[in-house]
């Protein structure tokens, strides 16, 4: 017995170690990226399910290791929220999609939307919104041609100073999407207390509704009332043409997904315009 207790208590060492040394390596990686300027935006489109076209793109991080291959967001968004960097990389992020809608303008995407993912932490910065616009004016671009998005626990645990945050972005005229929607625990009726402009379905509710009649009742549910509520909904993770077909009968308003294409840096965007014909 004595000695399974020293085997579970070495166990756990190693374990915190291994998480220790995890935590360490990545955010290392992330320091070393942020000083390199090697993080990389790619862009993923989303597109209106009425006429095929596509309106908006979401901006996607990605940090490569020592050998250039992707380390997920995954793995390391959560290290970055939890050693603080997430500030630091988020300003990244902002910066660098104003840059593209900058080198975008005049071209053939010149319209596109980019809607940049926002941790909940960067929203407890009370500096945040006018942060954002002043990028945008200073880089001389409209608020409408940003967008953020927000999972919904993340929105419903903000205070009123991070909701104002949010309304005073909206009132300015940059697009909000509550994301993951269906995962967390917030109840459609809230919603209409916040300042947002779409919902994004979670790409789980898309998957369980192919098989299952209960879950499908649920997505249509959840986008009648958007809709009731002057929300666009916007459904992710569209890998077959049978999900097409289902999020077109349900008549959600735009779809991302591998379907139409995964994500790519912006040097492929030009070239997926023209292969839709658009
Ligand atoms: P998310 O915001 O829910 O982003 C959608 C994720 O689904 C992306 O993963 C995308 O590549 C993936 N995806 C898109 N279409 C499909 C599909 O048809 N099928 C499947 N199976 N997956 C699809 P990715 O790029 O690995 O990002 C993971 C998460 O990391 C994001 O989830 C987001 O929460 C976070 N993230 C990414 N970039 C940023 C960022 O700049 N800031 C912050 N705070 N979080 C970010
Ligand atoms: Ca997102
Ligand atoms: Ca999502
Ligand atoms: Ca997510």
Request: with cysteine; hydrophobic share 40%; aromatic share 6%.
């Amino acid at each position: 017995a004595k000695e399974s207790g020293k085997n579970s208590i070495c166990f756990y060492t190693s374990d915190i170690n291994d998480r220790l040394l995890h935590y360490q390596k990545i955010t290392a990686l992330l320091r070393n990226a942020l000083v390199a300027g090697t993080l990389q935006l790619y862009f993923q489109p989303q597109i209106d399910l009425k006429n095929g076209r596509m309106r908006s793109c979401e901006a996607l991080l990605r940090c490569f290791d020592e050998n250039s291959r992707p380390v997920p967001p995954d793995i390391f968004i959560p290290v970055a929220e939890k050693s603080g960097l997430i500030n630091r990389i988020g300003d990244w992020v902002i910066d660098a999609a104003c840059k593209q809608l900058t080198a975008w303008k005049d071209t053939a995407l010149g319209d596109l939307r980019i809607d940049i993912n926002l941790s909940g932490k960067q929203l407890t910065n009370q500096h945040l919104a006018s942060h954002i616009l002043q990028k945008l004016h200073h880089h001389d671009l409209r608020p409408s041609q940003l967008g953020v998005e927000l999972t919904e626990n993340e929105v419903i645990e903000g205070d009123e100073v991070q909701i104002g945050q949010l309304e005073r972005l909206k009132n300015a005229g940059v697009h909000i999407s509550i994301d993951d929607f269906g995962t967390g625990y917030s109840s459609l009726l809230y919603l209409r207390k916040l300042p947002v402009c779409s919902l994004k379905i979670d790409r789980s509710f898309l998957h369980h509704a192919m098989e299952n009649n209960s879950d499908m009742a649920i997505m249509q549910a959840i986008i009648t009332v958007g809709h009731s509520l002057g929300l666009s909904v916007v459904v992710e993770g569209v890998e077959t043409s049978e999900q097409d077909n289902l999020v077109k009968t349900l008549s959600c308003d735009l779809a991302q997904g591998y379907l139409y294409a995964r994500p790519m840096p912006a040097d492929s965007m030009p070239a997926y315009l023209v292969s839709m014909g658009q």
